[in-house]
């Protein structure tokens, strides 16, 4: 046990250093910027019978989706199974289409992950900062370093499925070189 979390440890440290040595993903300021936005995230949820990657989770919400209640944030911490999926109904076979806009208070150059259980996809500025296709427990994603040119709102696009088991989201970000910290509630608007 003691190995297998030494190796998960030096493989996060790997996929963290690819991903800072790519060139930075430029980033651009919703446009207009939202005056006032409600603070978290809008979401629609779908409940096919199964969902096992990205592709199956769109298509699920397009057959049929409804409006769930909105997200506090991107801070939601592994469950135990049988506890529902975010603000969802269910606890498995959820998909999730989260939307809204996430606020960097300083321009600069930021690293990005997300922790999922199980597939996300999430998009800032209509760009591909992370992404997983296919089940796992609470894990990070790649990471990706993004340049913000400017503080203010980014729009804020993740497509997220659980599939069977516990569920988990969370979006992490830090300055360049410095390790990531869980994005606070007040972070995001829609």
Known sequence: MRLAKIAATVAIGVIWSAALHAAPIKLKPANPQPSNPKPGLSVRYAYPE??????????ALKQKSKAGRPLAGLDHRDTNEGQKTLTSD???HV???ITGYVRFNAPGTYSIDFL?????????????????????????TFGSEVEVPSAGWYDLDVLYFQRLGSACLHMRSAPAGKSPKWMPNSAFGH
């Not at 199964?50 to 298509?59: E, M, Q, T, W, Y």
């Not at 800032?124 to 609470?138: D, L």
Request: with cysteine.
């Open 50 to 59: 199964d969902v096992k990657n990205l592709v199956d989770a769109s298509a």
């Open 90 to 92: 269910r606890a498995m």
């Open 95 to 97: 998909v999730a289409r």
């Open 116 to 140: 999922s259980n199980d597939g996300v996809r999430a998009k800032i500025n209509g760009k591909v900062v992370a992404e997983f296709n296919g089940r796992q427990p609470c894990e990070p």
